[in-house]
């Protein structure tokens, strides 16, 4: 009996979650914190939603207590031949500057979603060359559907025609309630060609890492701009990096080097640098550099054999058991 709840506890241990996998669960809840929404069958149309969240949640969610600042921009955008649209500029920039990508990897609802999908047991596409030309999709998305399109037809283009968080949040999550019955009558071509995409991006999810956050969000494209010049994020000391490649090994994301504008400052790169080159920015006001899902070496002289000197290494190696470090 003492071995059962023993090997009980170890499991809990094991997948105890990360302090970066609570943020994200509760600004998921927070943001989507209207339960009387759920409870009526319909959005909260109160005075936040005049205010932004920094990640993807769709506006029309019964939880939603703020709007989407990619369906802000959108629609300000096709009000921008009344009025300049100042404001939803100036937040985006606000949250660019201050947080960057870091949205995209500590609070966005839709990021965590896919990172629980791809959880699921199967095999896993692994990033390659491919895959990171792929990547710019989103840009190309960026500029056509949250740009172009609402400027010249007045049309928001990526909610009207891709966003799965819409689909999901505002369109299942309403017509699920009984009150609402009468809008399944009102479902035509458009709604199924989103649920179809909606249902591809979560079967994708389970194959690639985060497959809507490197190839199709744009809200991540816009963010991107901002990591180098984010206050938070990681940041690397060149100085004392051997570039042994351990950081992009470890990345699940398509970045050529730490912090580019792929990189979703998650952290998982700095618990296996074996020279401590990275770090975060801003650590002392936000997060201690150990706050990461990251996988952690049970040792750490092996890593550090790897930038040793040839004649030592070899000798360190010889006498050093082996260790993994466990993927997530």
């Not at 750490?300 to 010889?318: F, G, H, Q, R, Y």
């Amino acid at each position: 009996m003492r071995k059962f709840f023993g090997k009980i506890k170890a499991w809990f241990v094991r997948h105890k979650p990360t302090k970066r996998r609570i943020i994200q669960l509760y600004a998921a809840l927070l943001a989507n914190a209207n339960i009387k929404g759920f409870i009526k069958g319909e959005w909260y149309q109160g005075a936040t939603k005049n205010a932004c969240l920094p990640g993807l949640n769709c506006y029309s969610c019964p939880g939603a207590i703020a709007a989407c600042p990619l369906g802000s921009l959108q629609n300000a955008l096709i009000a921008s031949d009344t009025r300049l649209p100042a404001y939803i500029f100036g937040i985006i920039i606000l949250f660019g500057l201050t947080l960057g990508r870091t949205i995209c990897g500590w609070l966005c609802p839709i990021g965590l979603g896919q990172e629980l999908l791809y959880k699921i047991k199967t095999p896993k596409v692994k990033k390659s060359k491919i895959t990171r030309i792929f990547s710019y999709f989103k840009y190309v998305l960026l500029v056509v559907l949250v740009v172009i399109i609402p400027l010249t037809v007045a049309i928001p283009g990526f909610c009207e025609y891709v966003c799965p968080a819409g689909t999901f949040e505002g369109g299942i999550g309403l017509l699920v309630h009984p009150s609402n019955e009468d809008m399944l009558a009102e479902l035509g071509p458009l709604f199924t060609w989103k649920f179809t995409l909606l249902v591809l991006i979560v079967a994708a999810s389970i194959f690639f890492f985060r497959f809507f956050c490197r190839f199709l969000c744009p809200l991540g494209a816009l963010y991107g701009f901002f990591c180098r010049i984010a206050l938070l994020g990681v940041k690397l000391d060149k100085t004392k990096c051997t570039n042994c490649g351990m950081c992009i090994t470890a990345c699940k994301m398509d970045i050529k080097h730490v912090g580019d504008h792929e990189c979703i400052q998650c952290g998982a790169c700095i618990a296996v640098c074996p020279t401590k080159a990275i770090s975060w920015k801003g650590e002392k006001l936000f997060v201690r550099a150990n706050d990461t899902d990251a996988p952690v070496a049970t040792e750490i002289k092996p890593l550090l054999s790897m930038v040793k000197a040839p004649e030592t290494a070899e000798n360190d190696v010889k006498n050093t058991p082996t260790t993994e470090v466990q993927d997530e």
